[in-house]
């Protein structure tokens, strides 16, 4: 494959700030507005290698080999295009320019007088910006406010903004127990998709505790606000994979990022048959940390025994107040059944979609216990949801009809 007609960069000596900044000119140039993505980069002494493709090219080139279309991501191409756009992309000579040949592309050279090896970092973020990310497993929490479209305009800022500050707040809390959640959040109009920007065990552990504080924080506020300030949620927790990009506006892609793919799709189900006040748990298996400490060995773990793991993680929390109470302890469990040995199992739903496609989850309970105050319960508890005529079976959360049509709870017959 030939080299490439160098690109100048606007400014070409100078500061390191100003050769970062002219980079990301020069970018901006191969991006042509969202028109372009960058996939990877590679620096060489000649200046730095860029290879960029049109934005519906993933989609065409992943399905190129296309043999079963109902599972397409599982292709050779999709598993190629999700590893290259997965972590980090600076590549090596070999490696990038065999990329190339296979995408059959054309990689773009920038003359830069940046220090491929100081400036790596600040290089590949700025190459992220301009591309979309694959993310294979991350913790996701979508919180849908209840009725949000029967509310009056300023009664919906209003929830919108309570929403909004009882997510800061939560993270605040959490931050005084030394557990920080750098989290990111999209609006869906009726609430928030969050997410932690640390993909790690430890990071989606973490996101769990938001949930809880938040939920909290929003149920304490509820007993003291007045009607249609502050929303009554449906949440839904869930462990997956999605896509990740910048929002294309204006002249330049935002520094806000927006996230698309399983995980979002499992929320949206979950939530669409939630009632108010209710947290589902997607069904997934995942890695925990054995303990809290950042040396912790790593396990494998599903759903119910995620939430066993957290139950251990929240000791941190005693002492967090809560609207002026102090918590004294914190307990999260499925709900669950009660075999003939008297042991207790989460129970599974299945859930049905209007499009006839099935889901898994399982029903969050929390209790909070506070000096001085009776008990905070959380969430649905068992007598209010559908039950299965044999004991351990599933219950079915059925939806049908059209999107408007609010679902139905049936249990399996």
Request: charged share 25%; net charge neutral; proline share 5%.
């Amino acid at each position: 494959m030939s080299r490439p007609t160098p690109t100048q960069p606007p400014a070409s000596r100078g500061s390191r700030r100003s050769q970062l900044r002219a980079f990301e000119e020069a970018l901006r140039e191969q991006w042509r507005l969202g028109q372009n993505i960058i996939l990877c980069w590679c620096p060489m002494p000649e200046g730095i290698y860029l290879l960029q493709a049109p934005h519906y090219y993933l989609g065409q080139f992943s399905s190129l080999s296309e043999a079963a279309p109902a599972d397409r991501l599982d292709l050779l191409n999709g598993r190629f295009i999700r590893h290259l756009i997965a972590g980090r992309r600076q590549l090596g000579e070999a490696d990038f320019f065999s990329t190339a040949k296979r995408l059959g592309l054309e990689p773009e050279l920038i003359v830069s007088a940046l220090s491929t090896d100081s400036d790596a970092d600040a290089i590949e973020q700025i190459v992220k910006r301009y591309s979309i990310s694959y993310v294979e497993s991350r913790a996701v929490l979508l919180f849908d406010i209840v009725d949000f479209s029967l509310y009056t305009p300023f009664e919906q800022s209003s929830q919108l903004n309570s929403l909004s500050y009882t997510l800061n707040s939560a993270a605040n809390k959490l931050r005084s127990k030394r557990i920080s959640v750098d989290f990111a959040r999209t609006t869906t109009g009726d609430g928030f998709y969050i997410w932690n920007r640390d993909p790690s065990p430890r990071g989606n552990m973490e996101l769990f505790l938001l949930m809880l504080v938040a939920v909290a924080d929003n149920a304490l506020a509820r007993r003291k606000a007045r009607s249609g300030t502050v929303p009554v949620l449906r949440t839904a927790f869930h462990i997956g994979s999605h896509f990740e990009f910048s929002q294309v506006e204006g002249f330049n892609p935002t520094l806000y990022t927006y996230i698309v793919g399983d995980v979002t799709i499992e929320l949206a189900r979950m939530v669409e048959i939630a009632r108010g006040g209710q947290i589902l748990i997607g069904e997934f298996t995942t890695q925990v940390p054995t303990s809290g400490r950042e040396e912790a060995l790593l396990m494998e773990a599903d759903s119910t025994h995620f939430v066993q793991r957290a139950d251990k993680w929240l000791e941190p929390l005693r002492g967090l107040e809560l609207s002026g109470a102090h918590v004294e302890a914190i307990q999260c469990q499925l709900s669950g059944e009660t075999g003939v040995s008297a042991g207790q199992s989460a129970r599974r739903f299945r859930i049905t979609d209007k499009h006839g496609r099935t889901h898994h989850a399982y029903n969050l309970r929390i209790n909070i216990y506070t000096s001085g105050h009776r008990p905070l319960l959380l969430g649905i508890q068992g007598s209010e949801l559908p039950r299965a005529e044999r004991s351990g079976s599933e219950a079915e959360l059925v939806q049908k009809g059209r999107r408007s049509q609010r679902p139905r709870l049936l249990p399996e017959e």
